[in-house]
C-alpha cells in the first residue's frame, strides 16, 4: 500500500469508507471526538490511536502558499470508527460518512442517523441477550429434568 507523503509541518488525512474514500487531503490540524471527548490533532503531535464516536470531524485544509491566513475549515460527519495518527498521516476508518459546509446540518444528521442506528443497535443487542437467557434457562430445566 502506497502512502502519499504530506509536505513539512502538514498531515495527510484520510477518511476511508468501505465503499470509498470521503477525504484524502493534506491537512494542518484535526479535530475529532472519542468517547472522553474531543482532540485536536497537529503535524507534531506524537503517534496516536482513538476510538471515534459518531460526529463531526473538523480539519483545516491549507491556505494557498502565499497567503498568510489559516487555511479552510472543513466537516465530515462519521460514524463511530477508529482514527490513527502515525508520523505525518491521519487515517480514519468508518462505516458511513457525509463531507458538509455546514456545521450545524452536519451535527444534526449525526444526531438522526448515526445515533438512530446505535440505538436500534443496542435494541438488536438487549432482544438478542433476553433470547439467550431464555435459552439457557430452557437448556437448565431440560438438564434439572433429565438428571431427576
Known amino acids: 500500500m502506497m502512502h502519499e507523503v504530506a509536505s513539512p509541518g502538514r498531515m495527510r488525512l484520510r477518511i476511508d469508507l468501505p465503499t470509498e474514500v470521503l477525504v484524502n487531503r493534506e491537512v494542518s490540524k484535526v479535530i475529532a471526538e472519542a468517547e472522553d471527548g ?8 506524537v ?10 470531524v473538523c480539519y483545516v485544509e491549507d491556505a494557498p ?11 465530515a460527519a462519521v460514524d463511530a470508527g477508529i482514527l490513527v495518527k502515525v508520523g505525518a498521516n491521519v487515517r480514519i476508518c468508518t462505516l458511513d460518512g457525509v463531507l458538509g459546509d455546514d456545521l450545524e446540518v452536519l451535527s444534526t444528521l449525526v444526531a438522526d442517523r448515526f445515533m438512530q442506528l446505535d440505538e436500534q443497535d443496542r435494541r438488536i443487542r438487549s432482544a438478542l441477550a433476553r433470547l439467550e437467557a431464555g435459552a439457557l ?8 429434568g433429565s438428571d431427576g
Open 38 to 45: 474531543s482532540f485536536c490533532l497537529l503535524p507534531r503531535h
Open 47 to 56: 503517534d496516536f490511536v482513538a476510538a471515534l464516536v459518531p460526529g463531526v
Open 65 to 75: 502558499r502565499l497567503a498568510s491566513t489559516e487555511g479552510a475549515e472543513r466537516f
Open 137 to 144: 434457562r430452557g437448556f437448565h430445566r431440560m438438564q434439572e
